[in-house]
């Protein structure tokens, strides 16, 4: 994350959906399919939906999106200036290709590698049903991480309760 947030090997856009998969957990097809009704920018915070749950990025990871939301690119054409897409595409009216973006991000990490990776470790901070809830998994596809995680999260009311 470090590396993603204070890089100039990556291009403002490609820096927020980096965030996006290293932080949520988030496939890069459904990074690319948000629309700027999923992300607000204000002088105090930047949210942005994620399943049916609203994160608030903290600094410095709400930077990428704040100077994506002032410039988002891509809009030099006239079917352009007024996407809906937050992360635009070369072709007018359409988001950028995930196996395009993907291509970009492999330079700095394996997209892969680094959502599987975040999905096994937020297993570990919560109940399997909340966090697929919050993040638009399917709550089995949660499960299987925190079992590959060994996260159960039975596990952690039960050391909750000898601790309290």
């Known amino acids: 994350v470090e590396r993603v947030v204070h890089t100039d090997e990556l291009s403002v856009r490609d820096r927020a959906a980096a965030i996006l998969v290293l932080v949520f957990g988030q496939h890069i097809e459904d990074v690319i399919q948000l629309t700027w009704d999923d992300v607000t920018a204000t002088d105090d915070?930047?949210?942005i939906r994620l399943g049916k749950t609203e994160f608030a990025l903290?600094?410095?990871?709400?930077?990428?999106?704040?100077q994506l939301a002032a410039a988002p690119g891509n809009d030099l054409?006239?079917?352009?200036p007024n996407s809906k897409w937050v992360f635009r595409g070369y072709s007018p009216g359409r988001h950028i290709h995930g196996s395009s973006?993907?291509?970009?991000l492999k330079s700095v990490f394996s997209t892969r590698a680094?959502?599987?990776g975040t999905l096994h470790e937020l297993t570990k901070l919560g109940p399997v049903p909340i966090i697929a809830d919050a993040l638009g998994y399917h709550p089995s596809t949660i499960e299987r991480h925190?079992?590959?995680s060994a996260a159960v999260y039975s596990r952690y009311i039960a050391a909750k309760h000898e601790v309290g």
């Open 77 to 80: 054409t006239a079917s352009h």
């Open 114 to 116: 680094a959502r599987l």
């Open 101 to 104: 973006l993907r291509s970009r």
């Open 58 to 66: 903290p600094s410095p990871l709400d930077e990428p999106m704040r």
């Open 45 to 47: 915070v930047v949210t």
């Open 146 to 148: 925190a079992i590959g």
